[in-house]
């Protein structure tokens, strides 16, 4: 049986989940989160799918300068 889960939904979960618990979760590069949901979804037999609208979304919510700029910050 097919199922599949969206990572980045899962990534959102978690962080909200940790941080309901009085954490401060701070995303990490290796790996980076969507990554390691990917690995946790497959190592349940599941999908690792994404939402490719709320990808477009996010997208269109930041300038090139913007992204640019925080590629440059982790370099």
């Known amino acids: 049986m097919y199922q599949s889960y969206d990572r980045n939904k899962l990534v959102r979960q978690v962080r909200e989940l940790l941080e309901s618990e009085g ?16 690995l946790l979804l497959r190592s349940f037999g ?11 979304k996010g997208a269109m919510n930041r300038t090139w300068e913007e992204s640019d700029d925080a590629r440059a910050e982790r370099l």
């Open 23 to 38: 954490l401060q979760p701070v995303a990490q590069d290796d790996p980076k989160p969507e990554h390691a949901a990917m």
């Open 46 to 56: 599941v999908e690792p799918v994404v939402d490719h609208v709320e990808a477009l």
